[in-house]
């Protein structure tokens, strides 16, 4: 099974679901709803990640108000979409240097402040993912050339770099949120 790909489609109730399982050190793409997740790390081994896309919806129960998540068939512009990436390391052995990205999908736009990992350190990129930084230290060129700082509007991507080590079977996750244009 050494340097060996596998991909797997499910469907699950809690969200579509797609399962890869890649070498360690190897890089990974897959399609899920206009994005793509990539996950690396550097030790002999396997680590398998799924990820979930979810639509948030507002749901009334006995006069109280909650927010709800539930699999994303159907979205509708100005709705919000949770995508949550899971890894777990499938080997015998310890896997560090684990970094997930995600772009963010075309004709959305990503929610400040909701990109979540225990763990981790967060950054974005506003150039489609050759350059990454964290949200206040970001510039992108405005129509008459200057600089400014970015805004949540011009992140392409988001990398999470989980900062320990991932222990057999051990599985994390980490997810974003987004808004329909």
Aim: aromatic letters at 8%; glycine letters at 8%; charged letters at 20%.
């Amino acid at each position: 099974m050494k340097n060996t790909l596998q991909f797997t489609k499910k469907s699950q109730a809690g969200g579509f679901k797609i399962v890869h399982k890649i070498a360690l050190g190897a890089i990974i793409s897959l399609g899920l709803m206009g994005t793509s997740v990539m996950a690396s790390a550097t030790q002999k081994g396997y680590l398998q990640v799924t990820s979930q896309v979810q639509k948030m919806v507002v749901v009334n129960k006995n006069g109280q108000k909650s927010i709800e998540f539930i699999p994303a068939k159907k979205i509708l512009p100005g709705e919000t979409v949770q995508y949550n990436t899971y890894f777990q390391n499938i080997s015998n052995k310890p896997a560090d240097n684990i970094n997930i990205v995600n772009p963010i999908p075309k004709h959305t736009v990503y929610l400040p402040n909701t990109a979540h990992g225990n763990n981790t350190q967060v950054v974005f990129s506003v150039d489609g993912g050759r350059h990454y930084g964290t949200a206040g230290s970001l510039k992108v060129r405005d129509k008459n050339g200057r600089l400014r700082p970015a805004k949540p509007s011009d992140y392409t991507h988001i990398r999470w770099h989980y900062k320990g080590r991932l222990s057999p079977r051990e599985r994390k996750a980490v997810g974003f949120r987004v808004r329909l244009l």
